[in-house]
Every structure is written in structure tokens, then in C-alpha cells.
């Protein structure tokens, strides 16, 4: 006779008190602890720490059995915590991290990796743990004559400030606390999201360690970005996008230049980089450098294919080493710097599906490759080097599970700590397909 199944444990209800003891943390930078098979995550909180909290969420989330729970009283404190060095850092949320010091940072990161069954070595770094951040977004808050510039809290619409963020490199800081002052005078009024009225919305600032370019994103024409824009003094190039639809989403309309220089120019890789006022710029292009190097790897041959190529960094990396690269991006306005049609992955894969590249890159969005992509580059009709790039290894690791079932075989993982006191990490890998299809 079968033994009775244990009884499954309840998800904990929103509002009780619970003593727990973190086991580890999320990708996320959340703390987590077990329930049964359930899996409470706590911000704040680090490995081994014993504390009380209070349930905030206990619905299952995607299939899972997840929870949220909110730190109360920290009952044994860890070792390795510290005192947070930005006095944001608790309400911010941005920083999750910063309560440890760097080298337990990056131990921490190759745990979250290891239980993905993504091992690496060690998370490639440089010196710098703050001041690092070259592109920053900034939502516009306060009111007209007290404007902020700062990031939601984290699962709501509060603004919380980052005046001064430490991890902004300086030339940021400064531009971003111009802007505060001087909209603060003109009474330029902040867009309000609940009410869908008001003026600013969004600021975008970038830099090449010296110069900034400032993207001032407005609800509607109806603006006095202009007037704004002509005070300040210290970006060297300013323009102005408009954003009126709902949602998150900070990027706006085409940008129209309003004064100074219309790009910043940088040199990363060995290669010279333009970025306009909506161009993408990675926020610490130092370490990313050493991310984008290992994607594109050290093989040389006939063919290469750039899959989600964006503008072509990747792929004039490649044409250094390759006879022919194709590249594809399903984004018109990377298409149009590629000098090529925009195409999605999936028709790109069919169009060229009788070709035989010796290596095939792809860095895709957080959600990853997917399956559709996986099986197409498993029919491919021969053996092949792919390295795929991500920022979010859970998606990766769905990805490297998938190819893995279909005969490829992962060589290795690299990972890069490109933003220090944040959960961050960027992961590079290598696989190969092992015989012709």
C-alpha cells in the first residue's frame, strides 16, 4: 500500500509574520528562503541572515510557487554586510547590492550562475565600483518649482531620488543636477502619471567621460523643452523626443536635435562608436567591451552570421576576421545603421537556411532566443561555433537547455560584472554543434 503524499505547503499569507533564514540570492539581489516547496524572496536581506518578515505577496507567480515578504527586524546580520555607501540605496532599490562589499558581489553572482548550470571561473571586472555608469534614464518627478529627477520604487509609481547617485559617472551627476535646478526654476511642470498631464517626463543623459548628451522627453508638442534646453550650459549636445503613451516605455518619438553636437563619439573595442540621442549605449562600456570581445570570439573563417545585431558594433567586429558576415535585427532603425532590410531572427534563419557559417553570434533581448530559434539553428546543414550573449542568464539558461537537447554542446561560460552593486551580470557563451544535420 502507498504511503500518503506529504501535504502540499500552503503559500504564506499576505500579512503574516514569519522568522526566516536566507539561503541565497535571486538574480534579482532578493534573498530567498524555502517554505516547503515554496519560495519567499526578500529584498534587503543577505545569505544566512536571520530575520523577521512580513508577507507581502503570496500569490504563485508563472507557474511557480513564489512569494514576497518584506525585511522587518534583522535579527543575525551577516558577516559580509556593510553600511550601503549612497544614502538612496534603501528606497532607490537600484543598488541591491551595495550592502556587500564587491568581491562577495561577484561570489554571490556565481552562485545565482551555478544553480542556473551556468559555471564560470570568475566575473571579469575592472577597478571601478562606482562612477562607472556612461548612459543613465531618469524619470522627472516633484512639481513645477521642485522637480526631481530619479527611478520608480520598486513595484509602484513613487519616485525615489537619485540625486547624486554614486554610480553615475560625474559628468552625469553633474548634468542631471543642472537640469534639477534649472527646471526647478523656470517651473518646468513634471508629467504626472496618474493624472496622464503635465509637461517632462523622462530625461536621457549619456557620455563619452567628458562631453554629455542630454535627450529631454517630453508628454507633447506642447512643451517647454526649448525654453529648458536653451538655459542649460553643460551638455554638449541637446535633444528633445516625445513619449505619449501609456506605460513604462522611456523612449520616445525621433529626436530632434535642439542645439550642440548630435552624437558623442567613443572608442570601444578597438572600434569607433557614434551614439545619437536614442542610440543604445551600455552603461559600463568598459567591461562591456570585454563581454562583446568574448562573443565574437577568436575563430576566423568564411561566414559569420550577427544574429539581434543592433547597430553593427558586433558585426564590424566581425568582418576583421571574416570573409562575408550577415547580419540581422528586427528593428527598423538598426536595419537602416546595418544598411540592410530589418528582419526578425525566425525569417532571417529561413532565408538563408541552406548556408554554412562557421560561426553564428546572437545577442538577444532578456527574453532570449525561444524555442522557435533554437530548433532553427539546430536543422542547420553543418557543424558550427554559437556564442550567445545575455543579460539575463534565466533565459539563457532556458536557451543552453534547449540547444542542448538538440546535439549542441556548451564549451564554456564567461561572465562580466558590468554593474557593480547592482544584480547585473552579463554572460557570454560558447557552444558547438557537433556533426553535420
Not at 547617485?165 to 535646478?181: G, K, M, N, Q, W
Request: charged share 25%; net charge neutral; aromatic share 4%.
Amino acid at each position: 500500500m502507498n504511503a500518503p503524499k506529504p501535504p502540499t505547503p500552503m503559500l504564506p499569507t499576505r500579512g503574516a509574520r514569519l522568522e526566516i533564514r536566507a539561503e541565497g540570492l535571486t538574480p534579482e539581489g532578493d534573498a530567498f528562503a524555502h517554505l516547503g516547496d515554496v519560495e519567499l524572496r526578500v529584498p534587503g536581506l543577505l545569505p544566512g541572515e536571520r530575520a523577521e518578515v512580513l508577507v507581502t505577496e503570496g500569490k504563485a507567480r508563472r507557474g511557480t510557487r513564489r512569494a514576497r515578504a518584506r525585511l522587518l527586524e534583522l535579527r543575525e546580520p551577516s558577516p559580509a554586510r556593510r553600511e550601503p555607501a549612497c544614502r538612496h540605496q534603501r528606497r532607490c532599490g537600484g543598488c541591491p547590492l551595495m550592502i556587500l562589499d564587491e568581491a562577495e558581489q561577484r561570489a554571490q553572482k556565481r552562485a545565482w550562475l551555478a544553480r542556473l548550470g551556468l559555471e564560470v571561473a570568475e566575473l571579469r571586472h575592472d577597478d571601478a565600483a562606482t562612477g562607472y555608469r556612461w548612459s543613465a534614464k531618469r524619470v522627472v518627478g516633484g512639481s513645477a518649482g521642485a522637480l526631481e529627477l530619479g527611478s520608480w520604487v520598486r513595484g509602484s509609481h513613487e519616485l525615489a531620488s537619485m540625486s547624486g547617485c554614486l554610480v553615475d559617472h560625474p559628468t552625469l551627476v553633474a548634468a542631471a543636477s543642472e537640469i534639477t535646478e534649472v527646471a526647478s526654476r523656470l517651473a518646468i511642470e513634471p508629467y504626472d502619471e496618474a493624472k496622464a498631464s503635465g509637461d517632462l517626463r523622462y530625461v536621457w543623459l549619456k557620455t563619452d567621460g567628458e562631453r554629455v548628451l542630454v535627450t529631454l522627453v517630453s508628454a507633447s508638442e506642447k512643451s517647454r523643452v526649448r525654453e529648458l534646453a536653451a538655459a542649460l550650459e553643460r551638455p554638449s549636445g541637446i535633444a528633445w523626443s516625445i513619449q505619449g503613451t501609456t506605460g513604462n516605455a522611456m523612449r520616445g518619438s525621433d529626436a530632434q536635435l535642439l542645439r550642440g553636437d548630435p552624437t558623442l563619439t567613443l572608442t570601444l573595442a578597438g572600434e569607433r562608436l557614434e551614439v545619437g540621442p536614442l542610440d543604445f549605449l551600455q552603461p559600463n562600456p568598459h567591461v562591456a567591451a570585454m563581454a562583446y570581445q568574448a562573443l565574437v570570439g577568436t575563430t576566423r573563417g568564411d561566414l559569420a552570421w550577427d544574429l539581434y545585431a543592433g547597430t553593427g558594433f558586433t558585426t564590424r567586429l566581425l568582418r576583421h576576421r571574416f570573409t562575408t558576415v550577415h547580419a540581422c535585427d528586427a528593428r527598423p532603425g538598426a536595419g537602416a545603421a546595418l544598411g540592410i532590410e530589418a528582419t526578425t531572427t525566425d525569417a532571417f534563419l529561413a532565408q538563408h537556411h541552406d548556408e554554412s557559417p562557421t560561426l553564428v553570434i546572437a545577442n538577444p533581448p532578456r527574453a532570449g532566443l525561444g524555442p522557435a530559434v533554437c530548433q532553427a539553428l539546430a536543422e542547420l546543414p553543418h557543424p558550427f561555433e554559437l556564442r550567445i550573449m545575455s543579460c539575463h542568464p534565466e533565459a539563457l539558461a532556458r536557451d543552453v537547455a534547449h540547444l542542448t537537447t538538440h546535439g549542441f554542446t556548451l564549451a564554456h561560460a564567461e561572465a562580466f560584472d558590468t554593474l557593480p552593486q547592482t544584480a547585473h551580470v552579463e554572460v557570454v557563451v560558447a557552444m558547438s554543434s557537433a556533426e553535420a544535420r
